[in-house]
């Protein structure tokens, strides 16, 4: 990808009601905050970083990031949070955006790569992996994103669409395959005992 890598927004703008309130990202995994370990991985796959929230940025001061509230009123998902980096991309003058889930510290360290060659097919690249039982899932808050939707999905948003693959399922979209072993890359942390798992899954893979 070189140069022509996409901006990265990590977003944590959900209201976190599993977890009893507050920011799933500023929890404690390993000794740091989640959210360290989730800029961690993205670093090295994207040009610049920005972290999509709500409330007051200043909690999220020590990360050195942009903070980009929802552009749309009312908390209407994570669809607020990919136009919000969107919009901040289009004002940095790139044409993709990929985005990252806050609460999700161990997605793969090659996504970016793997969205981007599936784009070659589609304008939206979706994370997807296979799951013994489950069959195909995607993660559609690990998505490649072309700016130039920004508009389109706005439109949607204030039409009352919310969840993401209501929006990408109108336009063309790829999906980017993910092994579910030895555990899944998408694992997240909703509930308080995830944050057990956590620390196993952190372990295990030192």
């Known amino acids: 990808m070189g140069d022509d890598r996409p901006l990265g927004v990590i977003l944590a703008g959900g ?11 500023l929890l404690t995994l390993g000794g740091r905050p989640v959210l360290a370990h989730v800029i961690e991985r993205l670093q090295e796959q994207v040009c610049s970083i920005a972290l999509n929230a709500n409330g007051d940025p200043a909690r999220f001061a020590g990360f050195g990031l942009p903070v ?3 552009s749309e009123p009312g908390f209407p998902g994570p ?5 919000a980096g969107m919009d901040w991309a289009a004002g940095q003058g790139a044409k993709r955006v990929v985005t990252i889930a806050a609460d999700t510290p161990f997605y793969p360290t090659d996504l970016v790569q793997k969205l ?20 195909a899932l995607r993660h559609p808050t690990f998505g490649l ?45 909703n509930r308080p005992e995830d944050m057990l798992q956590a620390e196993t ?5 030192r």
């Open 15 to 25: 209201l976190s009601s599993r977890m009893g309130g507050g920011d799933k990202s």
């Open 68 to 70: 980009l509230p929802d």
């Open 79 to 83: 669809l607020a949070g990919v136009l």
């Open 116 to 135: 981007d060659d599936a784009a070659q097919d589609a304008p939206i690249a979706l994370a997807a992996t296979q799951v013994p039982d489950r069959g």
């Open 145 to 189: 994103w072309p700016v130039a939707l920004r508009d389109d999905l706005r439109s949607a948003l204030r039409s009352g669409v919310r969840k993401i693959v209501a929006w990408t399922d109108r336009h063309g979209t790829a999906l980017a395959w993910f092994r579910s072993e030895p555990f899944d890359p998408f694992f997240n942390l």
């Open 201 to 205: 899954i952190l372990e295990a893979s």
